[in-house]
T-cell receptor
Framework: KNEVEQSPQNLTAQEGEFITINCSYS?????LHWLQQHPGGGIVSLFM???GKKKHGRLIATINIQEKHSSLHITASHPRDSAVYIC????????????FGTGTSLTVIP | DSGVTQTPKHLITATGQRVTLRCSPR?????VYWYQQSLDQGLQFLIQ???????AKGNILERFSAQQFPDLHSELNLSSLELGDSALYFC?????????????FGPGTRLTVL
């Protein structure tokens, strides 16, 4: 049983397209994080959410606590957005453990 | 550059051996987290320390142990290594404990067990 499910697993988009990555979770959470992992392996934290919506540049993250769902949107996608995007939740159900989705591999074609 | 350093970058060793991975958090960060990323399991949370004390424990095997020292650097010890322990090990740090703080990830240590 996966506590965090992401979709899609793989995504290919043309430059300029609007992209949505979804994350659903089954545990009670304190916070949800969106991470970006570059092809070289490095991980960067994009957002931390506990409610509502956050925007940073072309990236927007939303969370619906009642529906246990979060989305990451990328507007006007660019080839440099090509990376793996990972959803992670901090669960208070199980003693403040982090659970990770399997990631969405995004490729943006020029 | 996140400000989190991890050494070594690569480590190749044999089954049954013991290794130590080191992490230095960003200046001012009191929390250190350890994660394992393998091809078949994805990212998994291992353990968290805050100001020298263990705060949360995830899927950490009994063969693995960690500690955070008074200067706040942390070490992850892996013993009786098995082929399946081959993975990328990430350390991250944050200012405080709890999931409300942004985590800054180190570049990782790639462990290969032959």
């Amino acid at each position: 049983k996966n506590e965090v499910e992401q979709s899609p697993q793989n995504l290919t988009a043309q430059e300029g397209e609007f992209i949505t990555i979804n994350c659903s979770y089954s545990v009670g959470i304190s916070a949800l994080h969106w991470l970006q992992q570059h092809p070289g392996g490095g991980i960067v934290s994009l957002f931390m959410l506990s409610s509502g919506k956050k925007k940073h540049g072309r990236l927007i993250a939303t969370i619906n606590i009642q529906e246990k769902h979060s989305s990451l949107h990328i507007t006007a996608s660019h080839p440099r957005d090509s990376a793996v995007y990972i959803c992670a939740v901090l669960s208070w159900d199980t003693g403040n453990q982090f659970y990770f989705g399997t990631g969405t591999s995004l490729t943006v074609i020029p | 550059d996140s400000g989190v350093t991890q050494t070594p970058k690569h480590l190749i060793t044999a089954t049954g051996q013991r290794v130590t991975l080191r992490c230095s958090p960003r200046s001012g960060d009191l929390s250190v987290y350890w994660y394992q990323q393998s091809l078949d399991q994805g990212l998994q949370f291992l353990i968290q320390y805050y100001n020298g004390e263990e705060r949360a424990k995830g899927n950490i095997l009994e063969r693995f142990s960690a500690q955070q020292f008074p200067d706040l650097h942390s070490e992850l010890n892996l013993s009786s290594l098995e082929l399946g322990d081959s993975a990328l090990y990430f350390c991250a740090s944050s200012v405080a404990t709890g999931g409300y703080n942004e985590q800054f990830f180190g570049p990782g240590t790639r462990l290969t067990v032959l």
